[in-house]
Antibody, heavy 123, light 109 residues
Framework: EVQLVESGGGLVKPGGSLRLSCAAS????????MSWVRQAPGKGLEWVGR??????????DYGTPVKGRFTISRDDSKNTLYLQMNSLKTEDTAVYYC??????????????WGKGTTVTVSS | SYVLTQPPSVSEAPGKTARITCGGNNIGSKSVHWYRQKPGQAPVLVIY???DRPSGIPERFSGSNSGNTATLTISRVEAGDEADYYCHVWDTNSDHPVVFGGGTKLTVL
C-alpha cells in the first residue's frame, strides 16, 4: 500500500525556519516525482512545489508565493521528501500535504496524498 | 495567470445526480483532475485526465471536459459523497503550470 507520512510541523515565529519531512513507502520512491501542496485554514488548495526523480534530472519548481524561500529536496536512500521553509510569514500558516505526482506529456496530477502536517506561523 | 472557477456550493438530494462545474479559458484543451476532500481529511483523487477513475473510486463518479467547462458528475448521490471537491490543471506549457479551482462544497440534502 502506498503511504506518505508527513512530520515536522509546529509553531514558528515570523521570519523563522522549519523543515518538513515526508516518509514514503509502498512504491519505488526514487522513481517518483513528488510535490507539496498546502491548505490555509478554511481555504482551498495551493501548490507549493515539485521535485522530479533524479533520473529525470531531480529539478524543482515552485509556486510564486514561496519561490526563493522554500526548498524541496529528497533523500532516495531514506525514501524521504523534505520541504525547507525559510523566512516564514503568517500567511504560510497551513496544513502541508506531501503527494506523489503522476502523468506525462505536459499534463500531471497529484495521485496519492499524505494526511498532512500543520504549520502555524505566529508571534 | 490561468484561473479555474467553481461554484462555492452545490446541493442535491440522495439518489439524484450532482454536477460540479469548473470553468476556465479553453479548459477543453487541457487535462482536468478532480479531488474530493471530506472534513478533517486529506484530498483524494477521484478523476484524472478529464474522465479516468482511479481504482477504488465508484463508477458513480464521472468527468467530462469541453470548451470552457469541465464537469464532475456524481450519479446516485449518497450521504457519504458530501465533501469539498476541487478541480485541478497541471499544464507544463503554461506560465503558471499548477492551478486549483476554489473548491465546491457538495451538500447532500
Amino acid at each position: 500500500e502506498v503511504q506518505l507520512v508527513e512530520s515536522g510541523g509546529g509553531l514558528v515565529k515570523p521570519g523563522g525556519s522549519l523543515r518538513l519531512s515526508c516518509a514514503a513507502s509502498g512504491f519505488t520512491f526514487s522513481n517518483a516525482w513528488m510535490s507539496w501542496v498546502r491548505q490555509a485554514p478554511g481555504k482551498g488548495l495551493e501548490w507549493v512545489g515539485r521535485i522530479k526523480s533524479k533520473t529525470d534530472g531531480g529539478t524543482t519548481d515552485y509556486g510564486t508565493p514561496v519561490k526563493g524561500r522554500f526548498t524541496i529536496s529528497r533523500d532516495d536512500s531514506k525514501n524521504t521528501l523534505y520541504l525547507q521553509m525559510n523566512s516564514l510569514k503568517t500567511e504560510d500558516t497551513a496544513v502541508y500535504y506531501c503527494t506523489t505526482v503522476r502523468g506525462g506529456d505536459y499534463y500531471y496530477y497529484m495521485d496519492v496524498w499524505g494526511k498532512g502536517t500543520t504549520v502555524t506561523v505566529s508571534s | 495567470s490561468y484561473v479555474l472557477t467553481q461554484p462555492p456550493s452545490v446541493s442535491e438530494a440522495p439518489g439524484k445526480t450532482a454536477r460540479i462545474t469548473c470553468g476556465g479559458n479553453n479548459i477543453g484543451s487541457k487535462s482536468v483532475h478532480w479531488y474530493r476532500q471530506k472534513p478533517g481529511q486529506a484530498p483524494v483523487l477521484v478523476i484524472y485526465y478529464d474522465s479516468d477513475r482511479p481504482s477504488g473510486i465508484p463508477e458513480r463518479f464521472s468527468g467530462s471536459n469541453s470548451g470552457n467547462t469541465a464537469t464532475l458528475t456524481i450519479s446516485r448521490v449518497e450521504a457519504g459523497d458530501e465533501a469539498d471537491y476541487y478541480c485541478h490543471v497541471w499544464d507544463t506549457n503554461s506560465d503558471h503550470p499548477v492551478v486549483f479551482g476554489g473548491g465546491t462544497k457538495l451538500t447532500v440534502l
